[in-house]
């Protein structure tokens, strides 16, 4: 039979050795308070009293400001400042990105740089239009004076039409005898309107000022911001009598016109009308005689 390892023994009996610890009067050697214990209560009971103070430590740390003192934790301020900062920059980077898409539209229009469309306003507009000759063949003298009427009155069908789509209202910039027409395969998204030079250029819509400055190739150019997605260009003008960010009246005086820029043919206003990123016939909106 193995032999029991004598200082395991000895280990364990001194683990359970009872000792007594007495509280006596330094003066008169009166025993106050006594009480029996052991190495392996002492062991027990300062093992649970280390486990009660980590707890306990841990609780005020994780639930009270006492964690903002540790070196190298973050405060409650820092954080709310940090998640305030990321909020602001994700609106910032929004923001640059519509300003971005804004910008490459106003580029657009400034350069005449578009695209060939697949369809614009006008074209689908085409499409859908019958061939009145073809339905009124062999028609009788009065079909043909009715027609006649039709087509007189059907001269503003589509203005008052697009009023109705668009639920807004244009006038005519400037008055005088139109020099060229609107042309998608010329790539002229504009009317050309001829007048003396410092005419008054009028606003075609309420809007806002979003573009006033000089080019080379159009002379002073004044860009302005409509409602329903539309802007409209004065290019060649004279001088400028608005500044960007100026909010203006339908009829406005805006500008004078002239003959600036390396493209004019003399003086003249060069009109463009655009509708989300489009161009759009300035004659479907506008009566300019």
């Known amino acids: ?31 106050k308070i006594s009480f029996k214990i052991t190495r392996l209560n002492v062991f027990v009971f300062g093992g649970l009293l280390s486990i009660l103070l980590i707890g306990l430590t841990s609780v005020l740390i994780a639930f009270t400001p006492l964690k903002e003192y540790i070196p190298g934790y973050s405060s409650t301020k820092l954080k709310r400042q940090a998640s305030d ?31 060939d469309l697949e369809f614009n306003r006008d074209s689908v507009l085409e ?15 009065i079909d043909s004076l009715f027609r006649i009427e ?6 503003f069908s589509f203005f008052k039409e697009a009023k109705r789509e668009v639920d807004i209202v244009f006038f005519a910039p400037i008055t005088g005898a139109i020099t ?6 010329q790539k002229h998204f504009a009317i050309d309107v001829a007048v003396k030079t410092g005419t008054p250029v009028k606003a075609a819509s309420d809007g806002t000022v979003i573009f006033a400055e000089w080019t080379a190739e159009t002379g002073h150019v ?11 260009i004065y290019k ?54």
């Open 150 to 155: 039709v087509e007189r009155e059907d001269k």
């Open 222 to 232: 004044i860009i302005l911001e409509h409602a329903k997605g539309f802007i409209s």
């Open 127 to 141: 499409t859908v239009k019958f061939d009145k000759d073809s339905m009124l063949t062999g028609a009788s003298e």
């Open 180 to 185: 060229q027409e609107y042309n998608i395969n």
């Open 85 to 115: 900062l990321v909020f602001k920059i994700d609106s910032l980077e929004n923001a640059l990105a519509v300003n971005e898409v804004y910008i490459d539209k106003v580029r657009k229009v400034l350069t005449g740089d578009v695209v």
């Open 1 to 31: 039979m193995a032999k029991k390892h004598p200082n395991k023994k000895k280990f364990k009996q001194k683990l359970i050795d009872k000792y007594r610890m007495v509280v006596i009067n330094e003066d008169t050697f009166e025993e």
């Open 236 to 289: 060649h003008n004279g001088s400028l009598h608005k500044q960007q960010g100026d909010l203006v009246k339908s009829g406005e005086v805006i500008a004078s016109s002239g003959s600036t820029g390396e493209l004019t043919t003399g003086p003249h206003l060069h009109f463009e009308l655009w509708s989300d990123g489009y161009p759009v016939n300035p004659i479907n909106f506008i009566d300019f005689e």
